[in-house]
Nanobody, 123 residues
Framework: QVQVEESGGGLVQTGGSLTLSCAAS????????RGWFRQAPGKEREFVAA???????YYADSVKGRFTISRDGAKNMVYLQMNSLKPEDTAVYYC?????????????????WGQGTQVTVSS
């Protein structure tokens, strides 16, 4: 059984920074692919970033250069550092985990999801 939980959302002004955290539990979670997705009102849930056990990362073009995904393998934690935030980054951010060892971007390939945390960027 794998459980995933996000934290760290909030309200920030344009140009500000915020760090999201994702805790996960499970016997083999350290080998899972971990991803961040977001969903704005009226829009589809979209891929933001992913990281695998080796530390390799992948980002959506819309956040490349502004967001950084990282992991602490010992604690089974994943983080999303978000800098230079824009109003269009406003969304509910979800952490997800998949029992594969490769970078994946399709949301239907992630089996385990958190409840989401709201990020609001004011203009």
């Amino acid at each position: 059984q794998v459980q995933v939980e996000e934290s760290g959302g909030g309200l920030v002004q344009t140009g500000g920074s915020l760090t999201l955290s994702c805790a996960a539990s499970g016997r083999t979670i350290s080998s899972y692919t971990r991803g961040w997705f977001r969903q704005a009102p009226g829009k589809e849930r979209e891929f933001v970033a992913a990281i695998i056990w080796s530390g390799s990362t992948y980002y959506a073009d819309s956040v490349k250069g502004r967001f950084t995904i990282s992991r602490d393998g010992a604690k089974n934690m994943v983080y999303l550092q978000m800098n230079s935030l824009k109003p269009e980054d406003t969304a509910v951010y979800y952490c997800a985990a998949a029992s594969v060892g490769a970078i994946i971007r399709a949301k239907n390939e992630y089996r385990y999801w958190g409840q989401g945390t709201q990020v609001t960027v004011s203009s």
